[in-house]
T-cell receptor, first 112, second 113 residues
């Protein structure tokens, strides 16, 4: 079945370090891909998305490129801040049912 | 717009009790979903609805019921609570157009003793 796999966390970085969180997926159709972020004590917010192969989603300095050949959607940021500390979820959606399939989440902690 | 609202924010139940988690959205979205979030497991889909009067099961539907009598509301019922249902529950909605972006509520933290 359809699934999403994220790199294990937690990830601990110093401020201004480069961030990569790996995400790979398995899907039978042509999924849209998402990164959601959950700040402590809050619900999920959409961070960025890509709806077709080779699309690049970007927001708040974060980027991810939809790679169909490697079935990946890795999240990157060039210089993280303490305020980026959160849990990041990769997800896919393959139909108009509104269903999302999530990865297990990766906790990012950024230290000053 | 208030977006997606959920009540209550916190709830403690005893095993065997029943309750309803409320979810409402004021964005006129057709699609609504319920997820549960457990440590190390991401979010798992419980039930979803593609419009008023239409619901379907997700990945982990056992022990939960839903109905969708209006576009705005999508309550989740626990018929006989079990400790395994201790979790954080999120409701989400999205429009019916080509965008797939879901909007999430703030969550309900449920503890079953």
């Amino acid at each position: 079945g359809d699934s999403v796999t994220q790199m294990e966390g937690p990830v601990t970085l110093s401020e201004e370090a480069f961030l990569t969180i790996n995400c790979t997926y398995t899907a039978t159709g042509y999924p849209s891909l998402f990164w959601y972020v959950q700040y402590p004590g809050e619900g999920l917010q959409l961070l960025l998305k890509a709806t077709k192969a080779d699309d690049k989603g970007s927001n708040k300095g974060f980027e991810a490129t939809y790679r169909k050949e490697t079935t990946s959607f890795h999240l990157e940021k060039g210089s993280v801040q303490v305020s980026d500390s959160a849990v990041y979820f990769c997800a896919l959606s393959i139909s108009n049912t509104g269903k999302l399939i999530f990865g297990q989440g990766t906790t990012l902690q950024v230290k000053p | 717009n208030a977006g997606v609202t959920q009540t209550p924010k916190f709830q403690v139940l005893k095993t065997g009790q029943s309750m309803t988690l409320q979810c409402a959205q004021d964005m006129n979205h057709e699609y609504m979903s319920w997820y549960r979030q457990d440590p190390g497991m991401g979010l798992r889909l419980i039930h979803y609805s593609v419009g008023a009067g239409i619901t379907d099961q997700g990945e982990v539907p056992n022990g939960y019921n839903v109905s969708r009598s209006t576009t705005e509301d999508f309550p989740l019922r626990l018929l006989s609570a079990a400790p395994s249902q201790t979790s954080v529950y999120f409701c989400a909605s999205r429009p019916s157009g080509i965008t797939d972006t879901q909007y999430f509520g703030p969550g309900t933290r449920l503890t079953v003793l």
